[in-house]
């Protein structure tokens, strides 16, 4: 083999090379990466007890596109709660048992929301949708209780695109 079809053969293997590596990343490492650093901001939210008189429906933790536009990653924890207590009494609870460092939000599905933009859920997080118009209604669900980190680097995510 000459210099010019070896110097061929070195190209092919190194174009072949950065396209594997950078599909593998792609589909498998970075999710992986996003899925550990999920688990760890979900877990702060999810650990802390549930107060009296209240009743975990169901539970999200997502990474991916939920909000607005392409090319970045959201991070989301959820709680679907159906709950007696007073808006004011489960807020302060959550307030002071909480441990996170994400900001609380707590949708309220019975109340009322000014007409608009978002009005079909107010929460703009497309993940939501279903809890907000559906399940919430079927469940008797009264409080989605979520944290969410939104606009992260997508860092080469297929989930974030």
């Known amino acids: 083999m000459g210099k010019r079809e070896f110097l061929i053969v070195i190209i092919a293997?190194?174009?072949?090379?950065?396209?594997t590596l950078y599909v593998t990343s792609f589909l498998w490492f970075f999710?992986?990466?996003?899925d550990k650093t999920l688990n760890v901001f979900s877990q702060r939210l999810f650990s802390t007890p549930l107060p009296e008189n209240t009743q975990e429906i169901e539970r999200i933790?997502?990474?991916?596109?939920?909000?607005?536009?392409?090319d970045h990653c959201d991070y989301l924890a959820a709680l679907l709660l159906k709950t007696a207590l007073s808006k004011s009494d489960i807020e302060k609870y959550y307030e002071n048992n909480y441990k996170g460092d994400s900001q609380l939000h707590f949708y309220w599905v019975n109340e009322l929301y000014?007409?608009?933009?978002?009005?079909?859920?107010?929460?703009?997080?497309?993940?939501?949708?279903?809890w907000v118009n559906n399940k919430s209604k079927i469940?008797?669900?009264?409080?989605?209780?979520?944290?969410?980190?939104?606009?992260?680097?997508?860092?080469f995510d297929f989930r974030c695109s």
């Open 31 to 34: 999710p992986h990466l996003h």
């Open 114 to 130: 000014v007409p608009g933009i978002g009005v079909v859920n107010p929460t703009n997080i497309f993940t939501l949708d279903d």
């Open 13 to 19: 293997v190194t174009i072949v090379g950065a396209v």
């Open 139 to 155: 469940s008797g669900a009264n409080l989605i209780l979520f944290i969410f980190e939104g606009a992260m680097t997508s860092a």
């Open 61 to 70: 933790n997502k990474v991916g596109l939920q909000s607005g536009n392409s």
